[in-house]
DNA sequence: ATAAAGAACTTTGTTCGGCAAAGTAACAAC
DNA sequence: GTTGTTACTTTGCCGAACAAAGTTCTTTAT
């Protein structure tokens, strides 16, 4: 028996940036104030969330406006999807204990 | 779609005890000294996370003597079990948008 | 030009959690 | 009573999470 809690992603513990992921992972591009309602969090926290996500290229961002207001959104990188569903394969191999 | 984030059981999202929880899942009863090996951390990181499981009636100790020296182990309770089955439930219906 | 308004950050300050290291208690053996 | 081992507690530090307040950027109105 071997446990691997030290190759768990420290990124993607977080209960907000777990949800940010998992709705990245099956939606192309999603807004701000979406995750914002989504999640039930300030845009305060939220932001922060995803700066920490940006800064590991989790995630990239597109800034547009649409009807004339400011809109930013968001989709999972490439290296995104793939840290993540390394991430759960750990987990699964941790409660499963394979 | 509607993400339950907040029904995720923070007791369980720490690694340590996710993986404390993980072995007694699957082990009946396990001493200190085996999951303080299988987790790799020192003792007293070890006994902190055992006393919060512990606070929440998710695990119950044995204490006894085994070759003239201390031991204590540590099984799940069934409410620990209830709950961690809970937990997970809900975190793959985030993962997987159910 | 200037002001007002909305969206998306950033900053500030507090609180909480995790951790290592050192200290302590309990019991056994002698 | 002293020593040894295990398990646990305390201490102190550091970083993460959060709410709330403040800021920036651009559009629209005046």
Not at 2 to 30: P, Y
Not at 74 to 80: C, P
Request: hydrophobic share 40%; charged share 30%; no cysteine.
């Amino acid at each position: 028996m071997e446990l691997q809690l030290n190759k768990l992603n420290k990124t993607f513990e977080n209960r907000i940036r777990l949800g940010v992921m998992s709705i990245l992972m099956v939606n192309d591009w999603v807004d701000f104030n979406s995750l914002k309602d989504l999640l039930k969090i300030t845009d305060g926290n939220l932001a922060s969330h995803i700066k920490a996500l940006e800064a590991e290229t989790y995630i990239e961002i597109n800034k547009q406006f649409i009807n004339k207001k400011p809109n930013t959104s968001y989709r999972a990188t490439l290296l995104g999807r793939k840290a993540f569903n390394e991430h759960l394969n750990i987990l699964e191999k941790i409660i499963k204990q394979k």
